[in-house]
């Protein structure tokens, strides 16, 4: 029985005999099958194919082969030379490229580990200054005690004389002494606080103090604002969604993406008008109208506390070290909220436009033409105002904010000409000792963002600025209806939201929901991104 075609042995390159019958010479070819056979063949397998004899075909095919040679000699051939030459240059550029990037990471490793020790001996000089500002103090009270105990023990020996010995007027200077003393109990000094709170997941911030970094190959694109960014605990590195499962065990991963649509989570009308706000730890809202009432709000908008105060607010801030409230109002009074009354704090020389209580228990008040850091009890630290002869580094300051990442500070301003602006509104950026201007964002959007109808290229007007946990920077655009969200390094990122009527403040939460008022009245919270830890 034949073999069939389809089970048909391969025949070997240079085998000259056939497969089905053994020993016969490969002598014919097989124009169906195009392949060759033997004598026994053409009675066999191939009995009714058309077949001719192998010396027939090979003077076709020797032209095929002549211009094979020809044209794998004269292009193939020279081609793949210069690929195998252009292989030394990217072996070379590839080394370089890497190089280069490595040097770059470095540098920028070595800046960060140089701020982070600037920070350091910053923050210990701080300490050490404040303990010996106490010390003093309390030196100093001390003092003031003993002499108190001297005159008060001096004054009982003088009354003790007196009833024993003395006369009827002796006995009535002394009555008349302790009814009015000459001296009193010295008040204990307010000592200078400070706090200290490690952060316990700092990767994704560290990650982002390092800066932008995008990889590609293998059909991907990773970068570190991908959607999927991520940073283990343990391995101190991005980890993709495939990485995911095997650093599972570990102790942790957080997670940090921007959603692709902002989610509004609440919406209601506010119950009192709203200039000025600030989320608290708990989910509420401390509020001010810029008039005369703090109130303080619930996340549905219920009016939980009010608090009065006798001259015009101006603004708040919330210490993230006490949790307590600062206000600053028209009479250029700086107060603390303690036990649900303002205590004052100190006062300064020119009217305070806005407030922002730092990281280290800082406030930093804003003035015309200047921005000014104080202790807690009204000494001046550093401040932005100018010589005579030099611009100020704000002109008309309305908004303060912190980063929380790199204590940088970014300030609204509509920079007046009174004062000596442009009059074009910006936000701009400076160091935390206010000493470098580091970039100013003057509401410039790219081109791919396409404005809308209630957004049709109005002037810019920074009205709120704050920054979220990972230190981007969101900016309340009032005149065009928007919320705007810059990376702490300037890179315009996205816009958050695009309302129907003007923007007013802005704040953020500790879950990074971010509280939006428009028109003094109407309170949206947006999600816009998540923070996770894994």
Known sequence: MATPISQMPLRIKGQTT???????????YCEKCRELVC?????????????????????????????????????????????????????????????????????????IKQELDRLTSQTLSLY???????????????????????????????CKAALQRGSHLQIYDSFCEIC????????????????FTPNENPQDLLKKALGKVITSGQGQT????????????????????????????????TTYKLLPLTKVVEEWKSPCGIGSLCPTTDGQVWTTDQLFILTLLDRKGKVIQKVEHNVRINDISLSHTTHTLWVCDKQNNIMELVSGRLTHRFSTKEEPWCICVTASNHVIVGMDRQISKFTTNGKMVCTTLAKET?????????????????????????????????????VVVMDTDFTKELFVYRGDIPSTYKLTPQTGGEPFEPRGVVYDSVGNLIIGDCNNYRVLLISGGGEFLRVIHTDTIHKWDVGVDREDVLWAVFSGRNVKLLQYSSVRHL
């Open 18 to 28: 056939c497969n089905h019958h053994k020993g016969r010479q490969l002598e014919f």
């Open 39 to 111: 004598a026994k063949c053409l009675s066999s397998i191939h009995k009714i194919h058309p077949v001719c004899e192998l010396s027939e075909i090979t003077p076709q095919k020797e032209p095929d082969i002549k211009n094979f040679i020809d044209r794998t000699e004269k292009d193939d051939l020279v081609q793949i030379g210069k690929y195998i030459n252009s292989t030394d240059t990217l072996l070379k550029d590839n080394t370089s490229t890497f190089e280069k990037l490595s040097q770059k990471l470095t540098m920028q490793t070595d800046k």
């Open 128 to 158: 050490h200054k404040m303990e010996e500002d106490n010390t003093k103090l309390i030196k100093k009270y001390k003092q003031d005690l003993e002499m108190y105990e001297k005159q008060l023990k001096q004054q009982i020996q003088e």
């Open 180 to 195: 009015s003393p000459t001296y009193s109990l010295p008040v204990k000094p307010v000592l200078g606080t400070a706090n």
């Open 222 to 253: 990773l970068t570190h604002q991908d959607q999927s960014v991520s940073m283990s605990d343990d391995l101190r590195q991005p980890s993709t969604q495939q990485q995911r499962s095997e650093t599972k065990a570990k102790k942790a991963v």
């Open 390 to 426: 030099g611009k100020p580094l704000v002109c008309s300051p309305f908004w303060i904010t912190e980063c929380p990442v790199t204590h940088n500070v970014a300030v609204a301003d509509f920079s007046s000409e009174s004062d000596g602006g442009d009059g074009n509104g910006h």
